[in-house]
């Protein structure tokens, strides 16, 4: 079984960054894919990014790409997500969650297909 466990978020002004972290226990990370998700309040989750195990490929929801990076530290069993030029819309709760799927790209956005184990989220709040 493996526990994940996010921090990092915060209050940001519109323009400013955040790096999440991901740290897992009960398994290494080397084998999993790594996904980061979101949920803003009075919406679905949706996928924001994604990383293979096997080969580092990684993956980011079309909202992201070239704001977000995800990056994986298998020495330290983590995962992160530095977030940057961040704006109200990127406002909720981010998620990290791993399976042993490769990532799946559904409607141009990191699917939840194969996702087996779920942190709690942290909060990022996007406000002037």
């Known amino acids: 079984q493996v526990q994940l466990v996010e921090s990092g978020g915060g209050l940001v002004q519109p323009g400013g960054s955040l790096r999440l972290s991901c740290a897992a226990s009960?398994?290494?990370?080397?084998?999993?894919?790594i996904g980061w998700f979101r949920q803003a309040p009075g919406k679905e989750r949706e996928g924001v990014s994604c990383?293979?195990?096997?080969?580092?490929?990684?993956f980011y929801a079309n909202f992201v790409k070239g704001r977000f990076t995800i990056s994986r530290d298998d020495a330290a069993n983590a995962v992160y997500l530095q977030m940057n030029s961040l704006q109200p819309e990127d406002t909720a709760v981010y998620y990290c969650?791993?399976?042993?799927?490769?990532?799946?790209?559904?409607?141009?956005?990191?699917?939840?297909?194969?996702?087996?184990?779920w942190g709690k989220g942290t909060l990022v709040t996007v406000s002037s």
């Open positions: 969650a791993t399976g042993t799927f490769r990532c799946t790209m559904i409607g141009g956005r990191p699917s939840v297909y194969g996702m087996e184990y």
């Open positions: 009960g398994a290494s990370l080397d084998y999993y894919t």
């Open positions: 990383i293979n195990s096997s080969d580092d490929s990684r």
